[in-house]
Each structure stands twice: as structure tokens, then as C-alpha cells.
């Protein structure tokens, strides 16, 4: 019994390791990425192995792009009402996802603490 409940605390702390990481990597690649305001890289799809498409904003424009390893190239230019509606949903989308990572760890290790409580009642 002494065993099994030596390897839950393990795997408990191994999860929270690895969440703190991740907040760690998000925070950096967050503050790393965006230190040039006049050129961010909104959203990025990627098409296949070597190519994407992504929403790019440059200065006060924003631009669909297709990105590949042979070139660059900008498809169209959204049109301010929908860019301005794209650029408040990306504020609101960063402002959100920490919040909603923290609730749904906090989900679950309260279930695996009451598992565990659980167990040790019987």
C-alpha cells in the first residue's frame, strides 16, 4: 500500500512539474516573441509538412499570408472591420488561456486528491 501511494505522490508531483513548465515555456515564448510591436504573427494554420497560413499584422495593416520553405507570400489584406474583430478576439484568447489552464489542473488534482482520499478510506 506504502508503494502505490509513494507512486501517486510521484505521478502527482511529475503533473505539476510538468504544468509549471509549461506556464514557464508560455510566459517566455510570450515575452521573447512579441518584443516588436509593429510585426506579430497572430495565428498560424499549418497546411502541410513544410507550409502554413497565417494572419500576420504589420504596423496598423493586417495581411493572410501563405509561409513555405521556398518563399513568402502575402494572399490579401483583411479588411479593417474584420481585422479589428480578429485582433480583439487574439486579446482576449492570450488575456484568457493561463486562467483556463490553471482551472482545469486545479480540476484535476482535486479529483485525483479525492481518489486518493478515497482510497485511503478503504
Known amino acids: 500500500m506504502d508503494m502505490l501511494f509513494t507512486v ?3 505521478i502527482i508531483g511529475l503533473l505539476i512539474v510538468v504544468y509549471l513548465i509549461n506556464i514557464f515555456l508560455k510566459l517566455l515564448n510570450h515575452y521573447s516573441l512579441q518584443t516588436n510591436k509593429s510585426f506579430r504573427i497572430l ?3 499549418p497546411v502541410s509538412k513544410s507550409s502554413s497560413i497565417g494572419v500576420v499584422q504589420v504596423v496598423d495593416r ?3 499570408m501563405s509561409f513555405s520553405e521556398q518563399q ?3 494572399l ?3 479588411p479593417a472591420e474584420e481585422a479589428q474583430k480578429l485582433l480583439t478576439e487574439v486579446q482576449l484568447s492570450t488575456a484568457a488561456e493561463p486562467k483556463k489552464m490553471q482551472q482545469n489542473f486545479a480540476l ?3 479529483r485525483v486528491k479525492q481518489s486518493l482520499d478515497n482510497k485511503k478510506r478503504k
Do not use: C, D, P, R
Request: proline letters at 0%.
Open 76 to 78: 490579401f489584406e483583411l
Open 72 to 74: 513568402n507570400q502575402i
Open 108 to 110: 484535476i488534482l482535486e
Open 62 to 64: 493586417v495581411y493572410v
Open 43 to 45: 495565428q498560424k494554420i
Open 8 to 10: 501517486v505522490k510521484l
